[in-house]
Nanobody, 123 residues
Framework: QVQLVESGGGLVQAGGSLRLSCAAS????????MAWFRQAPGKEREFVGL???????YYVDSVKGRFTISRDNAKSTVYLQMNSLNPEDTAVYYC?????????????????WGQGTQVTVSS
């Protein structure tokens, strides 16, 4: 079992930055693919990006160049640094974990989820 706890959400003005954290329990964190999803009101949950166990990352085009995912395996924590935020980034952000090591963009491919943290970007 892996438990995930996100933190770091809040209210920020357009153009600002936030860093989200996702702390994981369990001793196998380093072997998991860690991803970030988001869900805006009235919309489906959307894949944002992921970090594979080796540290390589992948992002959707809408956040590429603005968001950065990093992981600290010693702390069992994955981060989402978000820069140049705009109101379209407003959503509940979730971290997710999967033992599979490939490009995993569907929420169905993740076994463990955090409770989510709200990010609101004002214009």
């Amino acid at each position: 079992q892996v438990q995930l706890v996100e933190s770091g959400g809040g209210l920020v003005q357009a153009g600002g930055s936030l860093r989200l954290s996702c702390a994981a329990s369990g001793r196998t964190f380093s072997s998991y693919t860690m991803a970030w999803f988001r869900q805006a009101p009235g919309k489906e949950r959307e894949f944002v990006g992921l970090a594979w166990s080796g540290g390589s990352t992948y992002y959707v085009d809408s956040v590429k160049g603005r968001f950065t995912i990093s992981r600290d395996n010693a702390k069992s924590t994955v981060y989402l640094q978000m820069n140049s935020l705009n109101p379209e980034d407003t959503a509940v952000y979730y971290c997710a974990a999967s033992p599979r090591q490939r490009l995993l963009m569907s929420s169905y491919e993740y076994d463990y989820w955090g409770q989510g943290t709200q990010v609101t970007v004002s214009s």
